[in-house]
């Protein structure tokens, strides 16, 4: 059974810095891309940054020079970097494997920026 945990979440200050994690059981993060997504109260889920499984990352606009996406094979997690951190930025984060057929979710972990 696959399942992905996130974690590190919190509360933090405009400006502060957080390192999310994506650990994973049941499948190996390593072969596939991995994602994190994000969902703001009353808005859509939107993709933060994404790694392919050759390594390759995409960041949002939003996130652009703030975020950074890695992976820690020996762990079999994905982590997600946060910096600069905005009051815009408060959200549950997640993470995602799409693959075919169906996609996998972890449920997520809240971040709250504000003084």
Request: net charge positive; glycine share 12%; charged share 20%.
């Amino acid at each position: 059974q696959v399942q992905l945990v996130e974690s590190g979440g919190g509360l933090v200050q405009p400006g502060g810095s957080l390192r999310l994690s994506c650990a994973a059981s049941g499948i190996l993060l390593r072969s596939y891309a991995v994602a994190w997504y994000r969902q703001a109260p009353g808005k859509e889920r939107d993709m933060v940054a994404a790694i392919a499984s050759g390594g390759t990352t995409t960041y949002a606009d939003s996130v652009k020079g703030r975020c950074s996406i890695s992976r820690d094979n020996a762990k079999n997690t994905v982590y997600l970097q946060l910096n600069s951190l905005k009051p815009e930025d408060t959200a549950v984060y997640y993470c995602k494997v799409p693959r075919v057929g169906r996609d996998y979710w972890g449920k997520g972990t809240l971040v709250t920026v504000s003084s």
